[in-house]
């Protein structure tokens, strides 16, 4: 049986860990073996963004100790498989060492979605959903790592679900981690944008790949249009009939 | 010209208010990214265009002096007079005495980004030389004292009922008209009359070409070839990142400039220049000054990372792409440079600690590097001012970050580099973030992350996370 490592993501780790839970439960419906480190934390990824290297090189070299040794990472983020994809090499540029180590970890990391298709080979992973969704394309998915076709051939094969167009699908929700808290006047013009983009699509949930910007729309959502939810794919494809795990994107805590 | 960057965080406020701003911005930019697409689209290979392109400026940057002297050398023997310049203050001064000098009373000038950084026209007006922008838009920003729009149309947002009510007050026109065509009239009339008689025109310049010394403008409107060929004296002003090899190459750049720019496969005029009239020639000015400007852009150079700026070729392309420069405008960027090549060049021009927040109100999506036909990594140039901030890096002028952030991520780092200390912190922040939460939704809280409660909430930090679902898991395997 295949193994691969699962790093779950701190905002998923703390906030939607039913996330972490859907990942799990997919893949192992998928013939693999998950594995989970329990010396896992954080990718590193808020000190990057913040300019904090040296602290972020920290938290590298930890991950890379943890995860150095597998075959195949697989995570239910899309940013944060960049940052160890790319960051993490730029990082250690003056440390060859740890340079060689990061060179060696970025092929062998994937997101969810392009691990199952691209490294799996599956497009149908036996969930239904009887209803009409959209897809957003999270920018450090699309641009960060050019998956799309991905998480839509996934999608095409669930049973009784309807892909529909969103408007400008692939225009940034307005997360950008502290970009959010520290520029909460354009951050909010910008997921507004995205929410009146979904309600105008008609779908009955908007599906995405990254957690970063689940809690910015869904958050957006359940403030302003508490009806309407955002999902992440992983939780889509675990689930059987309703398309989910839980009552709604944000999850009842366990 | 006044440098408000650090204005941003208010202006964009105001702006994100103006009604009309967000009809205009949530449809314009659009627009332009579409025709810039389908423009592109006419390449055989877009990609290979853009990749050509991106070779093309990173030559430029690793072979820059020796490139700047080839142009001085080949220009100097066309005739024309190379004048380095260090400062903005030093080619103020520089072309203020050269006015002076011959007796000029007022110029005409073509739209030119690096004449708005130098704020020439300050200097100018205060000295007694009336300088006219001839480019529309640029004509109606001067007139209203606004700072750019947009770096290619500067004007892009002024509604036209106050483009003709300033035309009345200012530009000889008789009767209010919102008809763009009898409105374009208007200010022809007004500014051809400036171009009989002409002492003096200046001009930006989009390409200095070093293989045969020609400087290239492009424009759509032909205020530019009239500003070169209708005065006594030319005076052209670049910014030394402007040079590139050779004539293939620069024709090559005016593709990836005019589709990227406004979505043309070529701009109306494009004109070259090698050197002042000749002697068996007709017309033509007399003298032609080509002022090459520096202005700490040797400095920029210095740094392997910092130097990627120059690589800008002021498209504008990354404005349209940009989806917070589409919610907020030109004007909070608070200089002559606007959008992410703004936020990538401002920083370094007047200095990290004046300009905090032009690299930081920015979410990394990375829209901006997709497009850019220069070959910029925008995002990536954002975390490099931000960790020169963190590192309080003098030269850069990035010594002003508080202490606190940098314990803060201390911290952070100390905890997530072991499992048990993270899972030590998650148990005690816990209580504190869930403080005020209820039915598994966090609504509001303290006030470092205030911003993100007032129009979103955040599901409760889990009572078991991940970490302690997995022993769950674990045993029922």
Known sequence: ?254 | MDIKTEQFVDVARKELKNDRNKQFLGVLPYGITISRQRSMQTFADPEAANDYGRAIRAEVIARLSELLEEFEKNAAANGAKIIWAETAAEANAFVLNLARERGVRYVTKGKSMVTEEMGLNDVLQENGIEPFETDLGEFIAQQLHRPPFHIVGPALNIPVEEISDLFIAKADMKEPTTDPVKLGYAARLYLRDKFHHLAMGITGVNMAVAETGSIINVENEGNIRLNKSSPRIQVSIMSLEKVVPTMADAMHMIRLLCRNCTGQKLSAYVSIDSGPKKSDEMDGPEELYIIILDNGRSKIYQDQQTREALRCIRCGACLAACPVYCKIGGYPYGWAYSGPMGQVLSPLLIGLDRTHDLFHACTLCGACKQFCPAGIDHPKMFLYYRMLEAQADTEQKGDFIPDKPAKLFDLWSWGAARAWRWKIAVKTMRPMMNYHAKDGVIRKTVAPLYGWFRTRDLPVMAKKTFHDRWTKIKKSR
């Open chain 1, 1 to 254: 049986m295949k193994t691969v490592s699962m790093f779950i993501p701190c905002t998923v780790d703390l906030f939607l860990p039913e996330i972490g839970e859907a990942t799990y439960h997919l893949l192992e419906r998928l013939g693999v073996d998950p594995i989970y480190h329990d010396e896992q934390t954080c990718c590193g990824q808020p000190a990057i963004n913040a300019g904090f290297v040296k602290q972020a090189r920290d938290v590298a070299r930890h991950f890379i100790e943890v995860f150095g040794n597998d075959e195949a990472v697989v995570s239910p983020s899309g940013s944060c498989v960049c940052t160890v994809k790319h960051h993490y090499p730029e990082l250690f540029c003056d440390e060859p060492v740890w340079f060689r180590r990061a060179e060696e970890l970025a092929p062998r990391i994937f997101e969810l979605s392009q691990y199952i298709v691209d490294v799996l080979g599956v497009e149908d992973c036996g969930a239904s959903y009887p209803g009409r969704v959209a897809y957003h394309e999270s920018c450090h998915v699309l641009r960060g790592l050019g998956v799309s076709e991905q998480p839509k051939k996934l999608i095409a094969k669930v049973k009784g679900a309807e892909l529909v167009p969103l408007k400008f699908a692939e225009t940034c929700c307005g997360f950008g981690g502290e970009f959010a808290i520290s520029y909460p006047d354009i951050s909010e013009a910008m997921v507004k944008e995205k929410c009146d983009h979904y309600l105008a699509s008609g779908a009955d949930v908007l599906l995405l790949c990254e957690p970063g910007c689940l809690l910015n729309i869904g958050g957006y959502l359940s403030r302003n249009h508490p009806g309407k939810k955002a999902m992440h794919l992983a939780q889509f494809l675990a689930g059987s009939g309703t398309g989910s795990t839980s009552s709604d994107g944000h999850g009842k805590e366990g």
